[in-house]
């Protein structure tokens, strides 16, 4: 079981910037691909970017392209999510989720089976 705990977000303007963190619980987390996800107002849960094992090979979606960098401290248990140029469409809950069974290409949700309770990002325009 691992669990896994975000923090960061809150109210940015736009064209801010903001960094999300998250911290897992389990013993081994190399031996997991990590991604971000989101869910805006009224939409489904979307992928955002994923990171591999190793944290050499990441993966994003398009509309978060050129603006976010996932990264990850494996001696930290931590994966990050560092977002510039937000946009009010932006505006979401952010969650971590983990997968032992996939790759970093992996960006649905079906393929995580860990999640964080996700954390809000709100960008003012």
């Known amino acids: 079981q691992v669990q896994l705990v975000e923090s960061g977000g809150g109210l940015v303007q736009a064209g801010g910037s903001t960094r999300l963190s998250c911290v897992a619980s389990?013993?081994?987390?190399?031996?997991?691909?990590m991604g971000w996800f989101r869910q805006g107002p009224g939409k489904e849960r979307e992928f955002v970017a994923a990171?591999?094992?190793?944290?050499?090979?990441?993966n994003y979606a398009d509309s978060v392209k050129g603006r976010s960098t996932i990264s990850r401290d494996n001696a930290k248990n931590t994966v990050y999510l560092q977002m510039n140029t937000l946009k009010p469409e932006d505006t979401a809950v952010y969650y971590c989720a983990a997968t032992r069974e996939y790759a970093y290409t992996a960006n649905s949700t079906t393929m995580y089976a860990y999640w964080g309770q996700g954390t809000q990002v709100t960008v003012s325009s």
């Open positions: 990171i591999s094992r190793s944290g050499r090979s990441t």
């Open positions: 389990a013993r081994t987390f190399s031996n997991y691909a």
